[in-house]
């Protein structure tokens, strides 16, 4: 009888692990407002908006520190995005018509260009994860944000709304297995992202990245997609650009790679 | 050392001490005369992106700056 119990155990676990998981009505709802957020923003041809970004870094020392940047991003589908980006340390200006990238930084008058024959997906996956210079948000930028973004979510929570710049914006809040996330989006007509955070769950003092969007307009607002240098500015490659204008300011140094 | 050399010696240090603090707040980039605090950041880094895995397999983090 003892082994027939335990055959018992193992089919009602076996057969409720098999039945579909109730959802939740926050849950369909959050799902839903990420849809629609996703599906606006694909769905436009031109838009602009001012940031604030904070990326939290953890000394050795245990001590978390944020490092903040403003600026200004214009975008025009298929493929021009004109950036500024300005932080204690850079001053940056990035430009993409289509055919090539460039980088500009005010502090050094230093400026690079490099080839980019790619569309606006894959621009934003190199501008992080080649260049390190992600575009602010750039999650909520490529196509089939939602579905791309929920691929490995494990909860999913609609925690009502805030109030960010004097905008109501409906608050979801997102986790998978190494980080939480955390979206606010526009109520009304225009369901554009109000807040974008990322909580690096598994680092030590969970860490976040932190893009607060202001002025979401539905026009690129005269935004200029080619590069004009300013007098004095010089050319340089790559490389060098990204020795003389760092992606981190020169008194935090980053620990080597284990 | 008489007096006016021992005043002349406190007008150079004070000389040396503004330059090497206006040297120090010019390469900090940070406009001032004081120096900003040196830190060092510890790895892993935070995240900027929580793009799914099947995105990420496509993608190389060549410079490490960032977690992706």
Same mark, same amino acid.
């Given at each position: 009888?003892?082994?027939?119990?335990?055959? /018992?155990?193992?089919?009602?676990?076996?057969?409720?692990?098999?039945?579909? #998981?109730?959802?939740?009505?926050?849950?369909?709802?959050?799902?839903?407002? *990420?849809?629609?957020?996703?599906?606006?923003?694909?769905?436009?041809?031109?838009?602009?908006?001012?940031?604030?970004? =904070?990326?939290?870094?953890?000394?050795?020392?245990?001590?978390?520190?944020?490092?903040?940047?403003?600026?200004?991003?214009?975008?025009?589908?298929? /493929?021009?995005?004109?950036?500024?980006?300005?932080?204690? +340390?850079?001053?940056? =200006?990035?430009?993409?018509?289509? /055919?090539?990238?460039?980088?500009?930084?005010?502090?050094?008058?230093?400026?690079?260009?490099?080839?980019?024959?790619?569309?606006?997906?894959?621009?934003?996956?190199?501008?992080?994860?080649?260049?390190?210079?992600?575009?602010?948000?750039?999650?909520? *930028?490529?196509?089939?944000?939602?579905?791309?973004?929920?691929? =490995?979510?494990?909860?999913?929570?609609?925690?009502?709304?805030?109030?960010?710049?004097?905008?109501?914006?409906?608050?979801?809040?997102?986790?998978? +297995?190494?980080?939480?996330?955390?979206?606010?989006?526009?109520? @009304?007509?225009?369901?554009?992202?109000?807040?974008?955070?990322?909580?690096?769950?598994? #680092?030590?003092?969970? &860490?976040?990245?932190? %893009?607060? $969007?202001?002025?979401?307009?539905?026009?690129?607002? @005269?935004?200029?997609?080619?590069?004009?240098?300013?007098?004095?500015?010089?050319? $340089?490659? !790559?490389?060098?650009?990204?020795?003389?204008? &760092?992606?981190?300011?020169?008194?935090?140094?980053?620990?080597?790679?284990? | !050392?008489?007096?006016?050399?021992?005043?002349?010696? %406190?007008?150079?240090?004070?000389?040396?001490?503004?330059?090497?603090? =206006?040297?120090?707040?010019?390469?900090?980039?940070? /406009?001032?005369? %004081?120096?900003?605090?040196?830190?060092?950041?510890?790895? &892993?880094?935070?995240?900027?992106?929580?793009?799914?895995?099947?995105?990420?397999? $496509?993608?190389?983090?060549? #410079?490490? %700056?960032?977690?992706?």
């Amino acid at each position: 009888m003892k082994s027939n119990t335990l055959a /018992g155990i193992i089919a009602t676990a076996l057969t409720a692990s098999l039945l579909p #998981v109730a959802t939740h009505a926050d849950e369909a709802d959050a799902r839903r407002i *990420l849809q629609s957020m996703s599906d606006y923003l694909g769905a436009l041809d031109t838009f602009s908006f001012d940031f604030d970004t =904070e990326q939290d870094v953890v000394t050795v020392d245990g001590e978390k520190l944020g490092l903040a940047r403003s600026g200004h991003i214009a975008v025009a589908r298929p /493929g021009q995005v004109h950036v500024t980006s300005k932080g204690g +340390f850079t001053d940056l =200006e990035m430009v993409f018509d289509g /055919g090539g990238l460039t980088v500009a930084d005010a502090d050094t008058a230093l400026y690079t260009t490099v080839p980019f024959e790619d569309d606006l997906a894959a621009l934003i996956d190199a501008l992080r994860d080649t260049y390190a210079r992600p575009l602010p948000a750039a999650d909520l *930028l490529i196509p089939n944000a939602a579905e791309t973004l929920l691929e =490995e979510v494990t909860e999913v929570k609609d925690m009502g709304s805030g109030v960010i710049g004097g905008i109501e914006c409906d608050h979801l809040a997102f986790r998978n +297995f190494q980080a939480d996330w955390q979206l606010w989006v526009a109520q @009304g007509d225009t369901p554009y992202p109000c807040r974008f955070v990322i909580t690096s769950r598994d #680092v030590a003092q969970a &860490p976040q990245y932190r %893009v607060t $969007v202001r002025d979401w307009r539905e026009t690129t607002d @005269g935004a200029a997609f080619s590069f004009t240098p300013d007098d004095g500015m010089m050319e $340089v490659d !790559m490389d060098t650009f990204a020795l003389k204008a &760092p992606n981190f300011p020169a008194h935090l140094t980053l620990e080597a790679i284990q | !050392m008489t007096r006016t050399a021992r005043f002349a010696c %406190v007008l150079a240090g004070l000389f040396a001490l503004t330059a090497a603090a =206006e040297f120090a707040g010019h390469q900090f980039g940070t /406009g001032s005369i %004081v120096p900003a605090a040196e830190a060092r950041i510890g790895r &892993p880094l935070t995240r900027v992106s929580v793009a799914g895995v099947g995105r990420r397999t $496509v993608r190389r983090c060549a #410079v490490g %700056v960032y977690d992706c």
